[in-house]
């Protein structure tokens, strides 16, 4: 609650002091890829993390999603301390608030459109996978292609499957790594328009890696990282 009496909604999440380092090559030092990185992001937020390549972008992502681990502090989702919980636990929490847009769709080759949006759902023990992913892919415009495999689909064709299995579970948080990275101008720009009106009409809390400044401006506020450091943080025009 706030000054005013006002209840406040709690973050989606919160990162605190988050360090990653690795030892060199040469067994001499460590080389550190992100540096005490601090930031909150709340309820229907969207966040770009921008900056050169090698800044340390990628890495704050994967951290941010417990697919790895920090050298030191804490990442917590919805409450919850994430390193606190096991790999199991973890990717528990990931099926049921998080979801994914990967720069290289990460679609499953051997499983048809519709088998990829449905993956996920069964695993959580959805007994509604079929009809919910069917609805998904008709909402992304690929009503007429659940049975083709991802070899048979152009490159944003994937990435909507990619959309409609990100946005299928009604995840609370949706994590974005160069999702129009390799696409052309004309098909990024079209998955981009469909990623943000998903967005908005989920009210899901977006964090975007990018390093497109036209995009990231798309979102409500923008995080550079600077050799792995994070700048001060700047609002966008939306």
Known sequence: MDRSGIELSPPVIEVDRL??????????GELHILREIAFTVGPGESVAIV????????????????????????????????????EDARAALRGEAVGFVFQSFQLLPALTALENVMLPLELAGRADARSVALQWLERVGLAG???????HLSGGEQQRVALARAFAANPRLLLADEPTGNLDATTGAA?????????REAGTTLILVTHDEALAARCGRRLRMQAGTLEAEAATAG
Not at 19 to 28: C, F, I, N, R
Not at 70 to 82: A, Q
């Open 19 to 28: 360090s990653k380092s690795v030892p060199l090559a040469d067994g001499q």
């Open 51 to 86: 900056g050169a390549s090698g800044s340390g972008k990628s890495t704050l992502l994967g951290l941010l999603a417990g697919l790895d681990v920090p050298s030191t502090g804490s990442v917590r989702i919805l409450g919850r301390e994430l390193f606190a919980l096991d």
């Open 145 to 151: 292609r659940t049975g083709h495999y991802p070899k």
């Open 191 to 199: 998955v981009i328009e469909l990623m943000f009106a998903l967005n």
